[in-house]
C-alpha cells in the first residue's frame, strides 16, 4: 500500500502566477490533483469522456 503524504496547498500555490493553466499538485487513486488560478468569471462545465 502507497503512503499518504500531505501536500501544503499554499506552498503548491506560490510558484503558480498564470491564470487558467493547471498545475498538478499530487496523485491520489492514480489521479492527478491540479491547482489552478482563475481570475474573472468561471462558468462551471464538464467533460464527456472524463470520469467523476
Request: no cysteine; aromatic share 10%.
Amino acid at each position: 500500500m502507497d503512503t499518504i503524504r500531505k501536500v501544503n496547498l499554499a506552498e503548491k500555490f506560490s510558484p503558480i502566477y498564470e491564470h487558467r493553466s493547471p498545475k498538478v499538485a499530487g496523485e491520489l487513486n492514480g489521479q492527478h490533483v491540479k491547482l489552478i488560478k482563475m481570475k474573472g468569471e468561471f462558468i462551471w462545465h464538464h467533460h464527456e469522456h472524463e470520469m467523476f
